[in-house]
């Protein structure tokens, strides 16, 4: 009688051994001490909206390209940046955020504060009364910005109007319909464009998709202008060969374009 109770003879109730976690990581997540240097969220926030060249993005930020280029290779180490050469000029790169992979590293970074701040799954591709009107330009209006048309409407249900054209319109390239009717998307029957067809119109957002229509990219006043650098998957073999770079295309073209709709979807909301 008085002897002393060790600890470990205590009996928890049950629910109290269940509940135990184990204590979380003090340290924050690499992604925010990446992301969270000043110059590399400026490169960051850049590239977010539109791919750029190195010399784009130092006259943009106003440093020097030595640190822009050592600060884009940290963020290319990280896989958050990656780089291809331009194929308008191929002494030039051009350089785009993963913005998937953005926003998958900034959710595991709220979770790993609060699993309150986990990232709820799916988001809206666009608000309900979203309007906003977007051309889609590449050379021959074959397959690229035709892709990225079909996408966008495919993708808003026909809620955002969508259109497409070329500098040098050829024809709707037929791995361009293959690789579309693939993801329940029609493309069929569709014609090549110029854009001359379009200069009177008024557009919210034009997105060129190619290096070498940026070059010769008409002035669409009042549009928002955003490029992607996307190789053409039509270059270096026939139809059967050339069909695995019409998907990497598809498959680039549908990730970039729900972050774009909410980029013009919050422009709509700040100028009302």
């Not at 990656?82 to 051009?94: K, L, Q, V």
Request: proline share 8%; charged share 20%; with cysteine.
């Amino acid at each position: 009688m008085g002897g002393a109770i060790h600890p470990s003879s205590l009996m928890y109730p049950a629910w109290v051994t269940r509940t135990r976690q184990p204590k979380p990581a003090t340290e924050p997540p690499a992604f925010l001490a990446l992301a969270g240097h000043p110059l590399r969220w400026r490169l960051l926030r850049e590239l977010a909206e539109s791919d750029r060249r190195v010399w784009e993005l130092t006259a943009r930020l106003g440093e020097p390209q030595s640190l822009v280029s050592y600060h884009l290779g940290l963020l290319r180490t990280a896989q958050l940046v990656s780089a291809r050469p331009s194929s308008a000029d191929r002494r030039d790169s051009y350089y785009s955020a993963d913005l998937t992979r953005c926003g998958e590293l900034l959710g595991a970074a709220g979770a790993a504060l609060h699993p309150a701040l986990r990232p709820l799954p799916g988001r809206p591709v666009a608000p309900a009364d979203f309007s906003g009107r977007v051309l889609f330009l590449c050379t021959g209006n074959s397959a690229r910005s035709q892709i990225a048309e079909g996408w966008l409407q495919y993708l808003t249900d026909g809620r955002v109007p969508a259109f497409s054209a070329g500098s040098q319109p050829t024809r709707l390239h037929p791995n361009a319909v293959r690789v579309m009717r693939a993801h329940g998307v029609d493309l069929t029957g569709r014609r090549a464009k110029h854009f001359d067809e379009f200069l009177d119109q008024r557009f919210d957002c034009v997105v060129t998709v190619c290096d070498r229509v940026r070059e010769v990219c008409p002035e669409f006043p009042g549009a928002r202008t955003i490029h992607w650098s996307i190789p053409d998957p039509a270059e270096g073999g026939d139809d059967a060969t050339t069909y695995p770079a019409f998907e990497r295309t598809a498959a680039d073209l549908a990730a970039r374009i729900p972050f774009l709709v909410q980029l013009l979807a919050h422009d709509l909301v700040e100028v009302n």
